[in-house]
C-alpha cells in the first residue's frame, strides 16, 4: 500500500500570536494536523523562531583550486565551542525588496571585497525545520582567490570580518576533523568536494 503523502494543506491553523518582536520574532501558533493512521491529531502548540531566509555563498576559484572563507565572531558559539570565531562561507539575510542573488552578490562584497565572475545557484535547504522557519539559499560564485584578503564587513552591523584563502582540499578536510562545525558551510565545501571537477572543466570551457 503506498504510503500517505501530505501536504501543507493537511495542516489546519486554529491561532497565531507574537511572543516577540525585535531584530528577529518569536511566534505561538496552535494548529493541528492529519495522522499517517487516519484522523486528526489533538490541539498542537509551538513556539517558531522567525529570523527570515538568508543567502548563502560559496566563493571558488576553479584556476587556483581555492576557497576563499570568512572568520568572524559569532557570540551564540560561545556556549559549546572553544572559540566563537568561525571560519564560514559568505551569508546574508534576504530583505523583503531583495532577490537572493541580489544578496548574494551584495554580501560576497561586503564581507570579502570580491566580485563573481559569475554566479551559480545550487539549491535551497531548511536550516533548523524544527524550531525555525528559515530556508537559505544556495549559490557558488567563480572568483579571483589571488586578490582575496583583508578585513572587512560593515561598521554601522558591527561587523569585524577577516578572509581567509584556503586550498579546497585543505577546506574540506577542516569539515571532517571537525574544525568547521557550523552547518552552511560544511554543507557547501562537502558539496564543493563532489563537484569541483565539474566546475573547473566548466570554467575552462567558458574561457575557450
Known amino acids: 500500500m503506498k504510503p500517505e503523502k501530505f501536504s501543507k494543506n493537511d495542516i489546519e491553523i486554529l491561532g497565531k500570536r507574537t511572543l ?18 487516519g ?9 517558531i523562531f522567525e529570523r527570515g531566509h538568508a543567502v548563502v555563498v560559496l566563493p571558488y576559484d576553479p584556476v587556483l583550486d581555492q576557497v576563499v572563507l570568512i572568520e568572524q565572531l559569532r557570540f551564540p558559539a560561545v556556549m559549546t565551542s572553544d572559540s566563537p570565531w568561525l571560519l564560514e562561507l ?3 539575510m534576504i530583505d523583503s ?11 560576497l562584497m561586503e564581507e570579502s571585497g ?3 565572475r559569475s554566479l551559480h545557484a545550487i539549491s535551497s535547504y531548511l536550516s533548523s525545520p524544527g524550531g525555525s522557519t528559515e530556508r537559505f539559499y544556495f549559490y557558488w560564485a567563480a572568483v579571483d582567490a589571488s586578490v582575496a584578503g583583508g578585513i572587512h564587513g560593515l561598521a554601522a552591523e558591527h561587523e569585524d570580518i577577516r578572509v581567509v584563502v584556503l586550498p579546497r582540499q585543505q577546506a574540506y578536510e577542516m569539515t571532517t576533523d571537525g574544525r568547521i562545525d ?3 558551510t560544511a554543507l ?3 558539496w564543493l568536494q563532489l563537484n569541483y571537477q565539474q566546475l573547473m572543466a566548466r570554467d575552462a570551457e567558458s574561457k575557450r
Open 20 to 37: 516577540y518582536s525585535g531584530f528577529f520574532s518569536m511566534e505561538e501558533y496552535r494548529f493541528r494536523h492529519r495522522l499517517f493512521a
Open 182 to 184: 557550523n552547518v552552511s
Open 97 to 107: 525588496d531583495e532577490t537572493p542573488e541580489q544578496v548574494a552578490r551584495r554580501e
Open 188 to 190: 557547501g565545501l562537502q
Open 39 to 47: 484522523g486528526w491529531s489533538g490541539e498542537v502548540r509551538r513556539e
Open 114 to 116: 570580491l566580485t563573481a
Open 90 to 92: 559568505v551569508a546574508g
